[in-house]
């Protein structure tokens, strides 16, 4: 056994929920988290809390305005004030559809600028500042100002792109990506490495999408848009045979890659906030969402927000493949003995807080929902609860959940291998056709 999976083996954490944990990547948050908490005790800086402790940060969210029309690319950039002066904190790609800005921020007063691409080297700088928000009205982040302790609504930004003006706070920001679809699921963009890095280093994952939504195609209101989640450490990549099956005539594949090591009701809130714009905003009017592992609490306690004054009319189907309901013993020992805590981790605790919400929160009668529950046959002989390899059938069939499924299907497969089954397949595309086809198709 290596060093690391020793390591990780000692700390009760070789199994995370959704696939084997990497050992390395254990260790390098350990140390990480070391170094920023001795930097942060020499210099208090805004930008190490949020990647030392982003589980206590909030999702600031508001519109952009004047740049309809306009395809420059934009950049919301927070300039925090609480340990120093004018210190660059956090940036994020405006969602070019929606015209939204979104950024992850820790407790404090900001300034927020936005900055457009106006020259398209791929580099936003000082001299492109295009509009910002009033500096003698400091955008306010903390839990006062949350409406659900997590969210907090931002401020709208009125953008002039014809009149670009300096900048007095020195910015300069490379960004690879600059939009939220791409050719292909083989794309490095959507590896499981970086699902693993979302695991371990959630603000990693946030600088590599800049965003939370990805296609393969531009979204056409006319087809049913099939969300798809993944679990923890996982990726929009373990889809593909899943979306292989999809006709794409009528239904889009669309993913929701989000840091898995973060709590589970922020990423869930995320879901829910940005699949409403998108309705509003896209004219989307039939949505599936098809989550596996972990994703499915995720997707869960989305669909319980999105459902609070009822079913949408645009909310066609719910599949969980291989959730694990009823938590997982391996997040308990972890959260007991581990000499660092991944946030998710506390939230996969059988009888936790997130969990026990969960119970207590039905979804609509209405509302098309299946499980999916994964066993190995191949296991049946091991000294181990029955299940698939990962999570026990007694987790993935918890009450009261289970019961709120209009029906659960059964598949002979691992926990990863489920996505990959023949069965799954049938059983997904069988239930989008039956409740999540384009409506008069």
């Keep these: 056994m290596s060093t690391c999976r020793r390591v990780v083996a000692w700390s009760l954490l070789?199994?995370?929920?959704?696939?084997?944990a990497p050992g390395c990547q254990y260790l390098e948050m350990v140390n990480r988290r070391r170094g920023m908490r001795a930097a942060f005790a020499r210099?208090?800086?805004?930008?190490?809390?949020?990647?030392?402790?982003?589980e206590?940060?909030?999702?600031?969210?508001?519109?952009?305005?004047?740049?309809?029309?306009?395809?420059?690319?934009?950049?919301?950039v927070a300039i925090g004030h609480r340990f120093s002066q004018n210190e660059v904190v956090a940036w994020k790609l405006v969602a070019p559809d929606v015209n939204l800005y979104s950024i992850l921020l820790p407790k404090g007063d900001y300034d927020l600028l936005v900055f457009a691409d106006l020259d398209r080297d791929g580099v936003?700088?000082?001299?492109?500042?295009?509009?910002?928000?009033?500096?003698?009205?400091l955008v306010r982040v903390g839990a006062d100002a949350s409406?659900?302790?997590f969210l907090i609504d931002g401020p709208p930004i009125a953008v002039d792109p014809a009149h670009p003006q300096a900048s007095s706070v020195p910015v300069r920001v490379e960004v690879s990506r600059s939009h939220n679809v791409l050719p292909s699921l083989a794309d490095d963009f959507f590896a499981l490495r970086w699902g693993q890095r979302g695991l371990f280093h959630p603000m990693d994952l946030l600088v590599h999408t800049q965003g939370y939504f990805f296609g393969l195609e531009a979204p056409d209101p006319d087809k049913t848009q099939v969300i798809f989640v993944h679990g923890a450490g996982g990726a929009p990549v373990e889809f593909a045979s899943l979306v292989e099956g999809l006709d794409r005539k009528r239904y889009q594949p669309w993913?929701?890659?989000?840091?898995?090591?973060l709590p589970l009701e922020q990423s869930a809130a995320?879901?829910?906030?940005?699949?409403?714009?998108?309705?509003?905003?896209?004219?989307?009017?039939?949505?599936?969402?098809?989550?596996?592992s972990m994703g499915g609490l995720v997707a869960y306690a989305a669909v319980a927000t999105l459902c609070r004054d009822g079913l949408p009319d645009w909310l066609a189907l719910f599949v969980s493949i291989a959730t694990p309901y009823g938590g997982h013993d391996a997040a308990r020992r972890g959260v007991e003995r581990a000499s660092e805590v991944v946030p998710s981790w506390r939230d996969l605790v059988p009888g936790g807080p997130f969990l026990r919400q969960m119970d207590a929160t039905p979804l609509p009668d209405a509302l098309p929902f299946y499980v999916v529950f994964a066993y190995d046959n191949r296991a049946r002989f091991r000294a181990a609860p029955s299940g698939d390899g990962t999570i026990t059938l007694r987790s993935q069939l918890a009450l009261p959940v289970h019961l709120r499924?209009?029906?659960?299907?059964?598949?002979?497969?691992?926990?990863?291998?489920?996505?990959?089954?023949?069965?799954?397949?049938?059983?997904?595309?069988?239930?989008?056709?039956?409740?999540?086809a384009p409506h008069g198709r």
């Design 405 to 436: 499924a209009r029906n659960s299907y059964g598949v002979d497969a691992t926990h990863t291998g489920v996505l990959t089954d023949a069965t799954t397949r049938e059983i997904v595309m069988r239930l989008l056709d039956e409740h999540a």
């Design 255 to 261: 993913f929701f890659f989000y840091p898995s090591g």
């Design 14 to 20: 070789a199994v995370t929920v959704g696939s084997l």
């Design 270 to 292: 995320v879901l829910s906030s940005v699949l409403e714009l998108a309705v509003q905003d896209l004219g989307l009017r039939r949505i599936a969402i098809v989550a596996h």
């Design 147 to 149: 409406r659900d302790g």
């Design 43 to 54: 210099e208090p800086r805004l930008e190490l809390q949020r990647a030392l402790t982003p």
């Design 124 to 137: 936003f700088e000082s001299s492109e500042l295009v509009g910002s928000t009033d500096s003698a009205a």
């Design 56 to 76: 206590d940060s909030f999702r600031v969210a508001g519109r952009v305005t004047g740049a309809e029309g306009r395809d420059d690319q934009l950049l919301a």
